[in-house]
C-alpha cells in the first residue's frame, strides 16, 4: 500500500465514509416537531405566560390535555370547538421552542396565541416577528386546510407552527 504523508491511501476514504455516515446521522435533527402540551415536560397552562393561556380558559380546552391527546389519533377533517395546546421545536438540535394554543370554532381558527422560547437573540428576534403577524395571518381561517408560509421572516418558527397545527388537528378531530 502506498504512503503518502507518511498515511496510507486508505485513511482518505476512511476518514469521508465517517463524515458521511455522521452528516446522514444529524441530517434529521433540525427537523421541526411538535407535542401535545400534556407532556410531563410541557408543564401546564397555570405555568405559562398569561398570553398562552388567556386564550385557554374556558371550559373546552380540558379536550387537549389528558388521555384525549393521543399521538394515535389521527386528523379526520371535522373538529370539536375548543382550545388545544401543543409544543412545537425546532433548530439544528430542537434548541428553540415554542407553545400554541388555537382557539377551534365551528371548524375555524378564532384566536391563537404563541409564546417564544429562543435560545438565541437572532431566534428571539424571529420569534418575536412571528407572534407579532401570526394572528392576522390564521384568525378566521379553516383549521382543516391550515398551512402558513413563512411568515414575518420566520422559516423554522413557521414550520414548527405547521407542525402544531397537524397535532392541534389530531387533538380535536371528531
Aim: glycine share 10%; net charge negative; proline share 3%.
Amino acid at each position: 500500500m502506498a504512503r503518502l504523508n507518511g498515511r496510507s491511501q486508505r485513511a482518505a476514504p476512511m476518514a469521508a465514509l465517517g463524515l458521511v455516515a455522521a452528516s446522514a446521522l444529524l441530517a434529521g435533527c433540525g427537523e421541526p416537531s411538535a407535542v401535545p402540551m400534556d407532556d410531563e415536560y410541557a408543564g401546564s397552562g397555570d405555568e405559562s405566560s398569561s398570553a398562552a393561556s388567556s386564550g385557554a380558559s374556558d371550559s373546552s380546552s380540558s379536550a387537549a390535555s389528558g388521555s384525549e391527546a393521543s399521538s394515535s389519533k389521527t386528523d379526520s377533517g371535522r373538529y370539536k370547538d375548543g382550545t388545544y395546546a401543543v409544543k412545537g421545536e425546532y433548530g439544528p438540535v430542537g434548541e428553540d421552542t415554542i407553545d400554541v394554543s388555537v382557539t377551534v370554532s365551528s371548524g375555524l381558527v378564532s384566536d391563537v396565541q404563541v409564546v417564544g422560547h429562543p435560545f438565541t437573540t437572532i431566534s428571539k428576534k424571529h420569534q418575536d416577528a412571528f407572534i407579532k403577524a401570526i394572528p392576522g395571518v390564521v384568525k378566521g381561517k379553516a383549521l382543516k386546510t391550515l398551512k402558513v408560509d413563512k411568515v414575518a421572516g420566520a422559516s423554522w418558527t413557521s414550520e414548527a407552527f405547521n407542525k402544531a397545527l397537524e397535532v392541534a388537528r389530531e387533538q380535536a378531530s371528531e
